[in-house]
């Protein structure tokens, strides 16, 4: 597995009807890609829910990383390039994938934690999974995800959530504007 986020930052005043539109005309076209788990087409409007400018952001999770790869190669990610030029791509590795019993999401949660230089790697790895567990029994969550960075040595926290976002106390909060979910069957199936 293997999850993705680029973000795109947009002027002040740009039109977020347009990324709505995009969003509702492209995602469609991802509800049946092989290898994907999930890709949520994600906005933020500057001055709402913490958001200190607009942003449109596409965050996926793969479960087939030979699936990214011809993501990133194809005709895809060229219209990506195409519209909004070519985006830093952060990418971490999946240390935990819970599954809530929400049946959508309206919204994703991310909060970045270093890790501290000390710690055991085997430990943390039960501890997100403990956290995880316990996050998706509350009602309303769809989905939480703890990835690492390999590169710069921080976890990330992605938490999919039924209801509209809110400013949250830590991290930052998106609107889904898609989630296309073509294989969370086979999630559900292996957990």
């Known amino acids: 597995m293997l999850m993705m986020q680029y973000i795109h930052r947009l002027p002040a005043d740009y039109d977020m009807n347009k990324i709505a539109s995009r969003a509702a005309s492209l995602g469609p076209d991802w509800d049946d890609t092989p290898g994907l788990g999930f890709k949520a087409f994600v906005a933020q409007r500057r001055g709402e829910n913490g958001a200190l400018n607009n942003a449109y952001s596409s965050l996926y999770l793969w479960l087939d990383d030979e699936a990214a790869s011809d993501f990133i190669t194809g005709e895809r990610f060229q219209k990506v390039i195409d519209g909004f030029g070519r985006p830093a791509i952060e990418t971490w590795l999946p240390l935990d994938v819970h599954l809530g019993s929400a049946t959508g999401a309206r919204a994703?949660?991310?909060?970045?934690?270093?890790?501290?230089?000390?710690?055991?790697?085997?430990?943390?790895?039960r501890s997100e999974n403990e956290h995880n567990t316990a996050l998706v029994k509350q009602a309303g969550i769809y989905a939480a995800v703890t990835a690492i960075d390999l590169a710069n040595w921080r976890l990330s926290r992605f938490r999919l959530s039924a209801?509209?976002?809110?400013?949250?106390?830590h991290g930052s909060a998106y609107d889904i504007l898609h989630l296309a979910k073509p294989g969370i069957p086979a999630l559900f199936a292996a957990a």
């Open 163 to 169: 209801e509209a976002a809110t400013t949250p106390e």
């Open 108 to 125: 994703v949660y991310r909060e970045d934690v270093l890790i501290d230089p000390a710690a055991n790697f085997a430990a943390l790895k």
